[in-house]
């Protein structure tokens, strides 16, 4: 079997972790770098990833994630966060992103244009930076799920937590910041519960 898809089929939402075991820091870190290297549109990178270790931060923001006990009883907590004003094309972090290819001005601020363009045409009209910053955020999601369950790493996604009161438990400055998604990292305390998924005919079309 494809390697990818024996990863893919450890993984699972993990609902119950055993709060006894702890993620080696040098596979967190080796997680994160997938993290880092996700792709992202136009490669702007408007994300941060927030890694939370301490079991005091974790009580403090799981009434907020619907006193969910993954929140608590995972290893770590990571929480992608976008951040929207730096995908506005006339902001300096667009700027340099483009400038770090090392290509002269003009090409560069044809990359800029044609940024512009597109944020203008394709984006504006469907939803605003937010949205369009955490749908980048998602690719960063999957990568961490998927290299955490490469090494037997457990995850559950979250999207039940209310937003406005995780951010205020973060003391997040949100005119910069804002919670796109959390992850809940560890290692499982039962086993894989059955996973049901549509089949492949269902959802898989190929044209030719």
Known sequence: M??????LNFRHACKKFDPEKKIPQEQLEEIMECARLSPTSFGIEAWKFLVIESDTLKQKIRPA????????????????????????KDSEHVRQMFARR????????AYV??????????????????AW??????????????????????????EGFDKNELEQALELATDKEQVSVVVALGYRASEQPARFRRAAAEIIEYRS
């Open 133 to 158: 910053c955490s749908k980048q955020c998602y690719i960063g999601l999957a990568n961490i799920m998927t290299a955490a369950a490469a090494v037997n790493i457990d995850s559950c996604p979250i």
């Open 113 to 130: 244009q044609r940024y512009g363009d597109f944020h203008a045409n394709e984006v504006a009209p469907r939803m605003n930076e937010y």
């Open 65 to 88: 994630c619907w006193d969910q006990p993954q929140i608590t009883d995972s290893s770590h907590v990571v929480i992608i966060l976008s951040a929207p004003t730096l995908v506005n």
């Open 102 to 109: 090392g290509l002269d001005e003009e090409t560069t601020n």
């Open 2 to 7: 494809n390697t990818v898809l024996k990863v």
